[in-house]
């Protein structure tokens, strides 16, 4: 087994982040470090050690928050801010699936499984995430054409993505809109590209797993066909 697989297996970080971790010297086998992403271990023989810590197999855990906004979603922040990881005490390091800007409220997956952080978080799987924001105006059809095609947001063209109006008045509109990219704040440039500047938005779904009626804040376990779905199949 490579190495930065069972890393990810033990919960100490996704893969991508357990490359860094072997590449900045912190991983030993068998009291010598290595530096070798691909280098191969096997866990029933060998020892492996992170940052001075002895690696064992974590059981998994899956949970979803209501991120409220003002909330940070970064494991860490050197200012004293809340994170969202605050919300949850749970004693194990759990890692986000992805994340949201402070200014947005809404879903957000944590968990220990580095396997599947990777697997839902590489843009090859097309996972989807689901917003419902309000904006400021009125877009016309042919704007929102432009949201779906994609659109050029400074250094990169967006993918495909699909938007609708649910409800609409004469100063602002309410959009629900579904992309499978992560860029940073990717939802409010697309908005502002249009010309409809995000005034709220709220993340209500990612792949089939809802938000439901968890309130800002609130916190539960995934269920277990929750967890089924998110291993199985995800491309929507």
Known sequence: MRIQKFMAQCGVASRRKSEEL?????VQVNGKVIKEPGFSVDPEQ??????????TV?????????KPKGVLSTSEDTHGRQR??????????LYTVGRLDMDTEGLLLLTNDGDL?????????EFAKTYVGLVR???????????RQGMDIEDYHTAPASIKILKQNKDTTLLEMKIHEGKKRQIRKMCAAMGHPIIELKRVAMGKITLGDLKPGDW??????EITYLKGDIKI
Do not use: S
């Open 58 to 66: 974590a059981a998994k855990i899956y949970v979803m928050v209501n």
């Open 22 to 26: 072997i590449q900045q010297g912190l």
């Open 46 to 55: 060998d020892e492996i050690i992170v940052k001075e810590n002895k690696l």
């Open 84 to 93: 969202v990881l605050d919300l949850v005490p749970i004693k194990e390091r």
């Open 117 to 125: 952080t990777f697997y839902l978080t590489h843009p090859k799987h």
């Open 220 to 225: 539960r376990f995934l269920k277990k066909d």
């Open 137 to 147: 105006g009125c877009p016309q059809k042919t704007r929102l054409e432009e949201f």
